[in-house]
């Protein structure tokens, strides 16, 4: 019977996707902690790879990841150390394993692989003759004699042995011990283990076997087959057959993680008098088909609108009964459709460590990553949208703010500079940190410079503030290097990050100490489409505030209002609150009387923002507001209503500094 592999394309891709994200994520590990469980975890992800790939006909990837099969091997044989240069070779091939699936994907010609392969075979083939004379004796397996004698205050040698058995097993093939430690009836100090095993897996296993407590005796000797009663002829079968033996072992294990994984994740199985159920809990879903569905509730959601305003203004009973048990139903279903598209941030922060490590190095600087806040949640397109402007911000900190390890030290700070990147919660907005530690953004330079370049004139720059000084350099063609270059871009990146934050409502801040750090905050909101919102009417016109931000509405009694220091202020339950006045901020000559306030806590920010009427509560599609108006800090985003008239949203966290 013949398969068509192409419809397991998609289930391929994201398999592949998600091995070469943990791939990363592992390697990286790896090059801090030299572990042999790290090693055998990203053997099993190459593996697995490489038997999918080659199940795709995709034979390129495949002779890729034999490749690097072939490389993990040979560090985890104590043939070379975990360095540096080791964690290069393997990132490289997961890069070119990620270019070749990226083509796979879009149906490109594979890139090629060749050189790189040549590249580690010779690697590989260096750490098998390390020396032209020693090279005919290393290649051979030899039969050793391992004698183990316990000190008599050791409290468990049996245990002891067992963990001995196991390093044997793990370097090479282990043939015969007395007495057998797993008789319930020994309880020996000293045991004679026969072991077959190569010279370069024997240095590792003396290096192991060191670390073993209480050993009173240790003797490694090679012995004769015949002196120890042995076939020779039995050894040879023994290293011809371990290969297809790891290979069994590995694909089995495989093939139970599956199957526990499916049970766990997927079924869900249900056991009566006489009968068992399985109930499918989870299914994947392509992101496409999510989008269409929101999509699809978005337009709901509008038509649910005009429907309740077409309720409200006529008098069928029967109408309003079917709307309000309408709205209930699109209520619960948009609620499960957002649920649906949040996703951790974590999946996005997970693409840094290996960016800083990389860039790092490139520059020449040392940088410790602190990623905190990884299970907060947002919406899948806004999560989309920020993860070019945050590597982007995070290769300045490191690029434009953590100085060199020798400049550091002379300035009395530690040599290894932090970037800190922490995601958090405030109302219902997302706050994204990104801090460093590093010599940090002088107000009065970014000044001087950006006159230098004609963006602003002097006078204008002496009624900066610190923090309006410091967003200069989002302008377009603002640079604080002189040169240009690979890492730092052409003067256009922070005011493309500012642009690209802006359009999905978002609010860009810089806070920084000259020779201490800087401080870049990214405040999102949790979703790009469907919110709660409050109408209020102004100057002729209807404007959304999010609920969120909204802790309560009340009546204005003038005789609440004082002044102080020039400004109004709202007295309320023993709060003094400041009073901001919708009309002055849209600047409009026809205002009329203001007679309500909402009461407006938005993060830090607590103030009282008089309106002339609220007319309702409605649930809004928020869509992003279009370039000509993205500068008014004022606005959001935008809406249509139920009546079809078009909505501005105002943002509470810029509606008063």
């Not at 706050?431 to 004609?454: F, N």
């Amino acid at each position: 019977m013949d398969i068509n592999m192409s419809e397991y394309k998609d289930l391929f891709l994201s398999e592949a996707k998600d091995s070469i994200a943990k791939l990363n994520e592992l390697l990286l590990k790896l090059e801090k902690v030299k572990s042999l469980e790290l090693i055998d975890e990203i053997l099993r992800i190459v593996h697995s790879l490489k038997s999918s790939s080659a199940a795709m006909g995709l034979d390129q990837l495949s002779l890729l990841m034999h490749t690097l099969e072939d490389l993990l091997t040979v560090i985890r044989e104590g043939r070379a150390d975990v360095s540096s240069d080791i964690i290069d070779l393997l990132l490289k091939g997961v890069d070119l394993a990620e270019s070749v699936i990226l083509a796979f994907e879009e149906d490109r010609p594979l890139p090629k692989i060749e050189k790189f392969v040549e590249e580690i075979s010779r690697f590989i083939e260096i750490t098998k003759n390390p020396h032209p004379h020693t090279q005919e004796k290393d290649k051979n397996f030899r039969l050793y004699s391992l004698t183990v004698k316990f000190s008599k205050d050791c409290a468990a040698p049996r245990l002891k042995m067992f963990a001995i058995l196991k390093e044997v097993e793990e370097h090479g093939i282990l043939i015969k011990v007395e007495p057998d430690p797993a008789s319930e009836h020994v309880s020996s100090r000293e045991y004679q283990v026969l072991l077959y095993i190569e010279q370069r897996g024997l240095n590792g296993l003396r290096k192991n076997l060191g670390k073993v407590e209480d050993i009173e005796e240790l003797e490694l000797k090679e012995v004769k087959p015949e002196e120890v009663g042995v076939d020779p002829t039995l050894l040879q079968e023994l290293v011809e057959s371990r290969p297809s033996i790891t290979e069994i072992e590995d694909l089995v294990k495989k093939f139970e993680e599956t199957l526990e994984k499916e049970e766990s994740a997927t079924l869900k199985v249900e056991r009566g008098s006489g009968y068992t159920r399985r109930k499918i809990e989870e299914i994947k879903i392509k992101v496409k088909d999510l989008d269409k569905l929101f999509d699809i509730v978005g337009e709901l959601v509008l038509i649910k609108s005009r429907l309740s305003r077409l309720a409200r203004e006529s008098n069928i009973p029967s109408l309003k009964e079917v709307v309000s048990s309408f709205e209930r139903t699109i209520n619960i279903l948009q609620e499960v459709v957002m649920a649906m598209r949040l996703i951790p941030i974590g999946q996005v922060l997970g693409m840094l460590p290996r960016m800083v490590r990389d860039l790092s190095k490139e520059l020449g600087k040392e940088v410790d990553l602190i990623i905190e806040g990884k299970d907060i949640a947002l919406d899948r397109k806004i999560l989309e949208e920020i993860i070019d402007p945050l590597m982007h911000i995070v290769r300045n900190a490191i690029d434009h703010g953590i100085e060199s390890p020798e400049e550091r030290v002379k300035k009395g700070k530690p040599r290894v500079g932090t970037v800190a990147v922490r995601a958090r919660r405030e109302g219902d907005y997302v706050i994204i940190e990104v801090e460093d530690d590093g010599r940090g953004i002088d107000p009065e330079e970014v000044k001087k410079l950006a006159i230098e370049k004609g963006l602003i004139s002097p006078s204008a720059a002496e009624r900066m503030s610190d923090e309006e000084a410091l967003m200069l350099i989002t302008l377009p063609g603002f640079s604080t290097k002189k040169s240009a270059g690979m890492v730092s871009g052409r003067g256009m990146g922070m005011s493309a990050v500012k642009e690209k934050i802006e359009s999905i409502g978002g609010v860009l801040e810089i806070r920084s100490t000259p020779g201490k750090g800087t401080r870049v905050s990214i405040r999102l909101p949790p979703s790009l489409a469907i919110v709660s919102a409050v109408l209020v009417r102004s100057c002729g016109d209807v404007y959304a505030i999010p609920t969120t931000a909204v802790s309560g509405i009340l009546k204005l009694d003038k005789s609440n209002v004082r002044l102080i220091a020039g400004s109004e202020v709202l007295v309320h339950r023993s709060r003094t609150l400041p009073l901001i006045r919708l009309s002055e901020i849209l600047k409009c000559s026809n205002a009329n009387d203001e007679r309500e306030v909402l009461l407006i806590d938005a993060g830090n920010k607590s103030y009282a923002l008089a309106v002339e009427a609220v007319e309702e509560l409605e649930d809004i599609v928020a869509k992003p507001v279009t370039k000509f108006i993205q500068g008014i800090k004022e606005f959001s985003g935008v809406t249509i209503l139920g009546d079809g008239k078009v909505c501005m949203i105002l943002d509470p966290y810029s509606l008063i500094q």
